[in-house]
């Protein structure tokens, strides 16, 4: 299984990114992709979550109402479309394929990670 993420990037606070995270490999008929993140210092946590059958949306509380996630079942690719973005979401931000939406041991694999840095 490989995991292909991509959209990382420099970006003032108050802007917007949107990643990307292509999987090849396997099926991930009911299973989760998600996007975790980690600053630097601190442990890795989750970000945003979405079932890959049914399309729903997991998030957390720091970044809801200004990160949606989606997918592409035809391009096997989840995109994580950050607004709003502020100093606290700079990390690197790896996407994953798990069991459950939003818990990390519950992940099976996981991208090689992407840098997103806010600046002021």
């Known amino acids: 299984v490989q995991l292909q993420a991509s959209g990382g990037g420099l970006v003032q606070a108050g802007g917007s990114l949107r990643l990307s995270c292509k999987a090849s490999g396997r099926s991930l008929s009911s299973l989760f992709m998600g996007w975790f993140r980690q600053a630097p210092g601190l442990e890795r946590e989750f970000a945003a979550a979405i079932s890959w059958t049914g399309g729903t949306p997991y998030y957390a509380d720091s970044v809801k109402g200004r990160f949606t996630i989606s997918r592409d079942n035809a391009k096997n690719t989840v995109y994580l479309q950050m607004n709003s973005l502020k100093l606290d979401d700079t990390a690197v931000y790896y996407c994953?394929?798990?069991?459950?939406?939003?818990?990390?041991?519950?992940?099976?694999?996981w991208g090689q990670g992407t840098q997103v840095t806010v600046s002021s």
């Open positions: 994953g394929i798990g069991r459950s939406p939003t818990r990390e041991s519950n992940y099976l694999y």
